[in-house]
């Protein structure tokens, strides 16, 4: 037997009363039921999701009372109609144009949006066995499998598939991106002159504002320098930033979801954070006390070519030349951070 | 008349204002009863209940803002608890004690903002400044029993890098506790940044052209 509203269209029932209904309804019943670590705590760095239905995306926040020596950390660019209030006020913005990014504070609570996300696992292509990224144990257990493998042969192209064709009811899918959390700093410039002589000095950051980045790719952390000739390429590449994996956020599809599927809200999120605290940064050098460095060698600049001199230094330091030795390591500006 | 009352069903042509009238009836008798460790906060689209899964975590340093008060919870640095200068020019640590360790009357004492105003991006901060010795180092118990301002907490609305360093250099170096936001020069909401019992102060010496220069750093143990 089909139902259906009946006499309210003929006025059997106010609207009044009905929004009446709706509104105690709405209000006094629970919309939503959360966890909480303990009453009223949530630690630094932690991270929420939610998706979003009017624009169809997933969403992200950062807990608001993250500080990084002090200072507001900034979230990726976001378009002036997207941020919140307390944004607009502290820079002035409403009357901007709507499609004008600005930047918000973390405290400031943005729903930042998830960028493209990467795939891990199930879904994800790897060349070798070995270069796909791990699943996290906690997924694997809940139907995340291996990513394929992608086998080259001498005249072949194939694909090693991660779990059993059977399983794929069963099998789900899992997305990523991660937080990246840079600290500008100053760096120091190596300049070789004319005469053969290679000074450092400190050139600071112009804009030393904590920021966070949200990217799909994999973060990979610098890695230690092996060699002097390494330490000097990491020296005349250094961007001037310290860079620092503080979460990631997962997404997990529900079981038997087509590959390549995109997120949509039937997919799970999942926050984890690295860094459970507010921190401090600083770099290895008193810029106060800081001196110009400077390291005279017997080789002169040939016809301009700085690369003689990085050479001749090289010789030295590979002599265990304790002049040029002592002038990499105080050359050297590092940032770190810690725990407040 | 309806087939059935309690699920609504009816017939084309019945009226349903005495069934909303139920469901209305229904939904008000329904109480939310929130039980230990759950918490229910309203907003425009309704109520939001959040429950307290975990086990409860005692911060250090908890900074609460009541109009133009701020209450912390105590912490150490260097295994010290500081002082909040109250009124009439007396000195109460955050355990609620006084300096030589007697219950103080009016039990935690509160930092009090009645003159304070924000600094740079309408902030400021809740701090722990110590005056250091000479020699650069932390004042003993002793010490600050006969002088419990030389360990305080202080609101301060210049607190950059530039004037941490500026402190230190006076020998008088700060540590931010808790950031506060302003608006229309008054206090609105309080960040909190450290959270550990127990704080460490550290410090290195730098030396160029004959000069020695000390840096302090402040770190959770």
Redesign the interface.
């Known amino acids: 037997m089909t139902?259906?509203?009946?006499?309210?269209m003929r006025g059997?029932?106010s609207l009044k009363?009905?929004r009446?209904?709706v509104k105690?309804?709405?209000?006094?019943?629970?919309?939503?039921?959360?966890?909480?670590?303990?009453?009223?705590?949530r630690h630094p760095w932690q991270i929420s999701a939610r998706w979003d239905p009017s624009q169809e995306r997933w969403e992200m926040q950062i807990f608001?009372?993250t500080?990084v020596?002090?200072r507001?950390i900034l979230a990726p660019s976001m378009r002036v109609d997207e941020v919140p209030e307390e944004t607009l006020?502290?820079l002035g913005a409403e009357k901007q144009e709507r499609s004008d990014l600005v930047r918000p504070w973390i405290?400031e609570e943005p729903w930042i949006p998830v960028p493209e996300m990467r795939r891990v696992g199930t879904d994800a292509v790897a060349t070798t066995a070995t270069s796909a990224e791990p699943i996290p144990e906690y997924f694997a257990e809940r139907g995340v499998v291996s990513a394929d493998e992608l086998v080259i042969g001498v005249q072949s192209l194939s694909v090693r598939s991660g779990g059993s064709p059977g399983d794929r009811e069963k099998q789900r899918l899992l997305r990523a991106v991660d937080v990246i959390l840079n600290q500008p700093r100053p760096t120091a410039g190596l300049q070789v002159g004319s005469d053969g002589r290679i000074t450092v000095d400190i050139r600071p950051a112009g804009d030393s504002s904590p920021f966070l980045t949200i990217t799909g790719a994999r973060f990979e952390p610098k890695s230690e320098a092996s060699s002097a000739a390494e330490e000097i390429a990491g020296a005349v590449a250094d961007d001037g930033i310290d860079r620092r994996h503080v979460g990631t956020l997962w997404l997990l599809s529900p079981p038997g979801t087509s590959r390549d599927s995109e997120p949509d809200e039937t997919w799970q999120p999942f926050g984890q954070h690295f860094e459970f605290?507010?921190l401090?940064h600083?770099i290895n050098?008193?810029l106060?006390?800081?001196?110009p460095v400077v390291l005279e060698l017997a080789a002169p600049l040939a016809g301009g070519v700085a690369q003689g001199v990085i050479d001749t230094f090289l010789d030295n330091i590979e002599q265990e030349d304790a002049a040029a030795s002592a002038f990499l390591s105080s050359a050297k500006v590092d940032g770190g951070f810690?725990?407040? | 008349m309806a087939y059935n009352r309690r699920i609504l069903?009816?017939?084309?042509?019945?009226?349903?204002?005495r069934w909303?009238?139920e469901?209305?009836k229904w939904?008000?008798s329904l109480p939310?009863v929130l039980g230990p460790?759950m918490?229910?906060t309203?907003g425009p689209?309704?109520?939001?209940?959040?429950?307290?899964?975990?086990?409860?975590?005692r911060?250090s340093w908890r900074a609460g803002l009541s109009g133009r008060e701020i209450t912390l919870s105590a912490g150490y640095v260097e295994n010290q608890i500081p002082s909040i200068a109250v009124e009439g020019g007396d000195f109460v640590r955050l355990d609620a004690r006084t300096a030589d360790g007697e219950e103080a009357a009016n039990g935690r004492p509160k930092l009090s903002l009645a003159d304070a105003e924000p600094g740079a991006?309408?902030?400021s901060?809740v701090v722990v400044s110590v005056q250091l010795n000479e020699d650069g180092t932390f004042p003993d118990g002793e010490q600050l029993e006969e002088d419990p301002g030389l360990f305080t907490v202080e609101h301060r609305s210049d607190?950059s890098?530039v004037d941490r360093?500026g402190a230190a250099e006076q020998g008088r170096p700060f540590?931010?506790l808790a950031?506060l936001?302003w608006?229309d020069n008054e206090p609105v909401r309080i960040?909190?940044?450290?959270?550990?019992d127990y704080?460490l102060l550290e410090s290195e010496s730098?030396?160029?052209?004959g000069?020695t220069?000390k840096?302090y750093?402040?770190?959770?143990a």
């Open positions: 139902l259906r509203p009946f006499r309210i059997g029932i009363d009905a009446a209904l105690f309804i709405r209000y006094w019943r629970p919309l939503t039921v959360e966890s909480d670590d303990a009453l009223g705590f608001r009372d500080y020596a002090n507001e006020r502290r405290s605290w507010s401090d600083d050098r008193d106060n006390v800081f001196e810690w725990t407040v | 069903e009816g017939r084309p042509g019945d009226s349903v204002l909303w009238r469901v209305y939904a008000r939310v460790n918490r229910a309203f689209l309704g109520m939001k209940v959040r429950v307290a899964s975990g086990r409860p975590v911060i991006d309408n902030r901060a607190f890098a360093r540590h931010v950031i936001y608006r960040g909190q940044v450290a959270m550990h704080i730098e030396t160029a052209s000069e220069v840096r750093f402040f770190s959770a």
